[in-house]
Structures are given as C-alpha cells and as structure tokens.
C-alpha cells in the first residue's frame, strides 16, 4: 500500500467516525490521517465479550504500555491491580453493583491513585512531606485517569474490548479492604477487557463548537447547541431506556441532557468525601 493509499485509508475511517461522534469536526488534513488517529476516533465501549480468555502476558503488557503514559513531575502517583485469584474477582464483582454483564467479562483491572508511595520517598530521604493538602489528590487522580485512558487505548489497539467502572467507587471501603489498598491509596476505576462479542457503535459526543474553545471559552448559543445534540443524539443513537421513569416520567424527546441531568438528580457516592479523609488526604 502506497503512502496515499493508507493516507486515503485513514481518511475515510477518520471522516466516518469523526462525523458520527461530533458532526462538525471537518476539515481532515492529510496529516490526521493516520491508523493511530482514526483507532482512537473509532473508540467505543464493549461491555459484551466472546468468552474467549485474555492472555495474562498480553494484559501484563497492555498495563506496561499504558503505565507508559505521562506522569505529572514523574511522581508516578498510579499503579494498576490485575484481579487473576477467583474468589477476589467473584468477591469484587459483587461489590460492583447493577453490571450484569461484569462476572462474563475475561479480564479486570483495577488503576488505583497512589500518594503513598511519595510519602514513603519522603520519610525514607528524611525531608518533610510539605504538600498536604487538596493537590497530591489531584495529582494521583489525575495520573490514574491517564493511565486508566491509556489503557482503553492499548486494549483496542490490540482489538480487545473495555470498559471502565467507576461504580467501583460504590463500596469503596470494601473494595480498599478486598485489594489491600493501604492509606493515601484508592481504587480509582475498574477496566473490565475481553474480545468483543459484538462491533459497538461510536456515541456521539457533543459538537467541537461545545467543548473545543480557541483562545477565549465561549458559551454562545451553548444551550441551542446542546438542544441540538440531543435531538442528533435521539435520532443516530437513542437511550434504549430512560432514568428514574418512577421519578421524572417518560418523554417523547429524551435526549443527551435529560439523560445527564437525571443521572445527578440523584446523590451517587456522596460518602466518597469521607472516604478519601479516612484514607489520609486533607482536602483543603
Ligand atoms: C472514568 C470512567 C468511568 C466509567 N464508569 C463506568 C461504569 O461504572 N459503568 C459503565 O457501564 N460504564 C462506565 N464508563 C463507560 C462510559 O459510560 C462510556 O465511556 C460512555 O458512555 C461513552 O461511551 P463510549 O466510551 O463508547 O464512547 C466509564 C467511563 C469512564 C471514562
């Protein structure tokens, strides 16, 4: 294949990706068109798996590349726990709640945030850990929601499906205590993996014109945009079901927005504040 004729090639994956995520993201150039690119245009989420077993090498290696990823500072504030013993997985799958589709997945990972190995740095070096404070959380968060995406794109580099779970967030005290997870060390998010049983399909995100800003943030129209993102929403890919019906009703017209705002309409992990204080950060 000539270098046009795979530019070509990812041109045509990109366009028809791009095109259903956000509608507006044209013009191409030939310079975005790369097989990286469009892997990464082309995610989706599979929940949904073949039963066929994930290689521990190949997830051994997946979990290397993504630990790969950026570091702030290089404090390395993230590790990753494989879940391989039976009865932990049977165990952590239960404290996941509403996933019937959790127990059939091959594979799951869990990235975890980790502040302590840099207070353990501290005290082994003898200088004073002098950060205490909103950020080091911040800090572990934000490099385990690196790696967690880094992962998501070395699964489907190698064509294995995934999903996160922040619902691991649910029980967090008991997943801490199933995993061993000891002070200033949390789970973050669960990554169930397997070979896809079904194609998936790209959900569409909101217009650029919503979330990619140049120079200024900018609002204009934010809500007639996003009005119609939902009706984009309702038409290429509608919710097979609608939130708290008992609650809200049932609409004609239920798009992306009513989705959101009756998802927080309800408090979710409102306990999980406390559970990071008792995990030793002070969040001021
Ligand atoms: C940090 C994070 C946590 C997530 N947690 C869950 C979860 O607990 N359960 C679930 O079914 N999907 C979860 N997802 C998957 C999202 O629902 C999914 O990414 C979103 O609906 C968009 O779909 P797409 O990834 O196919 O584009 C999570 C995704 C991220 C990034």
Redo the contacts with the bound molecule.
């Keep these: 294949m000539s270098a046009t004729d795979s530019t070509e090639a990812a041109r045509a994956r990109l366009t028809k990706a791009l095109d259903r995520r956000f509608g507006d993201a044209a013009p191409l150039p030939d310079a975005a068109c790369v097989p990286g690119i469009a892997q990464m245009a082309e ?3 599979h ?1 949904y798996y073949d039963g066929r077993p994930v290689d521990p090498a190949l997830l051994r290696a997946i979990c290397a590349a993504a630990l790969s990823a950026p570091s702030k500072s290089d404090l390395q504030q993230r590790d990753i726990v494989i879940v391989e013993d039976k009865d932990v997985r049977r165990r952590l799958d239960a404290l996941i709640p509403g ?1 019937d589709w959790l127990p059939a997945a091959p594979a799951l990972v869990v990235v975890c945030a980790n502040n302590r190995r840099q207070r353990q740095v501290h005290e082994w070096r003898g200088h004073e850990f002098a950060n205490d404070h909103l950020d080091p959380f911040f800090n572990a968060s934000t490099d385990a929601a690196i790696v ?1 995406g880094w992962l998501v794109l070395a699964a489907e580099a190698v064509g294995l499906g995934c ?5 691991i967030r649910n029980n967090a005290q008991a997943v801490s205590d199933l995993l061993g997870l000891p002070e200033h060390v949390f789970a973050y ?1 669960g990554l169930a993996l397997g070979w896809p049983s079904q194609p998936g399909a790209i ?1 569409p995100r909101l217009p650029l014109s919503v979330t990619l800003h140049t120079d200024r943030f900018d609002e204009r129209d934010v809500r007639a945009k996003i009005e119609a993102h939902d009706r984009r929403r309702a038409s290429i890919q509608p919710y097979r079901t609608q939130r708290a019906v008992e609650k809200f009703g049932r609409m004609d017209d239920y798009g992306w927005s009513e989705e959101k705002a009756r998802q927080y309409a309800v408090p979710e992990r409102a306990d999980f504040g406390a559970f990071i204080r008792r995990k030793g950060f002070d969040l001021r």
């Design positions: 995610h989706r989420t929940r996933m967690l999903c996160p779970i922040s619902v998010a959900t």
